[in-house]
């Protein structure tokens, strides 16, 4: 069985800092590109932050570059996300996301249950 555990959300005020974790089991995490998502409630889900398979190509969204940090350790199956100078537009519930690619085109992916972040004073 595949599964992604995500953890490390919580409560933070505006300017703080979290660093979320995703474990990954029943596949070969290796061979499979990483992200992570995050969606509000009432707001769509969107694509916060990839990762290749051997982490050296990352990118991020506009809302989020320069302030957060994707990284993968492989030999422990764990994908991570530090969050810098964290806003209030930042809450949100926090997904790990894995695929796999054939000539561009995913043919595998699994989603983790997802994490609460909130950033309020």
């Known amino acids: 069985q595949v599964q992604l555990v995500e953890s490390g959300g919580g409560l933070v005020q505006p300017g703080g800092s979290l660093r979320l974790s995703c474990a990954a089991s029943?596949?070969?995490?290796?061979?499979?590109?990483m992200s992570w998502y995050r969606q509000a409630p009432g707001e769509e889900r969107e694509l916060v932050a990839d990762?290749?398979?051997?982490?050296?190509?990352?990118k991020y969204s506009d809302a989020v570059k320069g302030r957060f940090s994707i990284s993968r350790e492989n030999a422990k199956d764990t994908v991570y996300l530090q969050m810098n100078s964290l806003k209030p537009e930042d809450t949100g519930v926090y997904y790990c996301?894995?695929?796999?690619?054939?000539?561009?085109?995913?043919?595998?992916?699994?989603w983790g249950q997802g994490t609460q972040v909130t950033v309020s004073s």
């Open positions: 996301y894995a695929n796999s690619r054939d000539s561009y085109v995913v043919v595998r992916d699994y």
């Open positions: 029943g596949f070969i995490f290796s061979h499979y590109a």
């Open positions: 990762i290749s398979r051997g982490g050296i190509l990352k």
